[in-house]
């Protein structure tokens, strides 16, 4: 900044600073015809989480709205009470039943960090809706490894190198037969050439190393 006084003549630039808020909260619009209670979860303009006021609209009428989507562990009894909600259930937003529910569905709503009570409460860690559910679909769950070990991601990796070094020899063995029953002299005529080429594509498909040509 300039100061009084500098030597050297300096130009002052004011530089906005874009943060607005900490995004633990957004305004939603509630739609005509709602009845919004303090603390219901909700799915409104695309984020899940907490109403943090009653609001009633009538008809034709509509109304803004504070939704609470900090990511944080919350605690609630708007769930699907036919469910179990054990820890670490992935639980999504039922937009049929305005529920929590442990099926698949398109929103997801975040994990169970406290099992459902006797009073059918859960504890959960809210994944506020806009943000997609791609990364975990990208990772998956290591019950659906395709591989025999699913004990770790690791253990599954070394299971397919395992198989690959078991196919590359079985590869290199293949080849080496193939060689072996596969000649052709350096002055073979044009004839020999195409006989042993034959020869050749038909042992690699012996080898499995080759579709059947069609």
């Known amino acids: 900044?300039?100061?009084?006084?500098?030597?050297?003549?300096s130009t002052t630039y004011q530089q906005g600073y874009f943060k607005v808020a900490d995004g633990n909260s957004v305004r939603v619009v509630v739609p005509e015809n709602s009845n919004i209670q303090a603390g219901q979860i909700l799915l409104l303009d695309g984020f899940l989480g907490f109403a943090m006021q009653d609001?009633?609209?009538?008809?034709?009428?509509?109304?803004?709205?504070?939704?609470?989507?900090?990511?944080?562990?919350?605690?609630?009894?708007?769930?699907?009470?036919?469910?179990d909600f054990d820890k670490g259930d992935k639980i999504y937003w039922d937009a049929s039943t305005s529920k929590?529910?442990?099926d698949a569905k398109a929103v997801f709503a975040g994990v169970v960090t406290a099992a459902k009570d006797?009073?059918?409460?859960?504890?959960?860690?809210l994944w506020p809706g806009f943000v997609a559910d791609t990364s975990l679909e990208v990772i998956g769950e290591?019950?659906?490894?395709?591989?025999?070990?699913?004990?770790s991601i690791v253990d599954a990796v070394n299971e397919v190198n395992t198989n690959a070094d078991a196919a590359q020899a079985d590869a290199s063995t293949?080849?080496?037969r193939v060689a072996a029953n596969v000649t052709c002299a350096e002055d073979a005529t044009a004839e020999a050439v195409r006989t042993a080429l034959i020869?050749?594509?038909?042992?690699?498909?012996?080898?499995?190393?080759?579709?059947?040509?069609?």
Request: aromatic letters at 4%; charged letters at 20%; hydrophobic letters at 50%.
């Open 100 to 102: 929590l529910t442990t």
């Open 174 to 176: 293949a080849l080496a």
């Open 55 to 83: 609001v009633k609209t009538g008809a034709g009428e509509t109304a803004e709205a504070i939704l609470a989507i900090e990511v944080a562990e919350y605690e609630t009894d708007q769930i699907d009470a036919t469910k």
């Open 1 to 9: 900044m300039a100061i009084k006084g500098n030597p050297v003549p």
């Open 142 to 151: 290591l019950g659906e490894l395709a591989t025999t070990d699913k004990t």
């Open 199 to 214: 020869a050749l594509l038909g042992a690699l498909e012996t080898a499995g190393l080759m579709a059947p040509v069609e």
């Open 118 to 125: 006797t009073n059918n409460v859960i504890w959960f860690v």
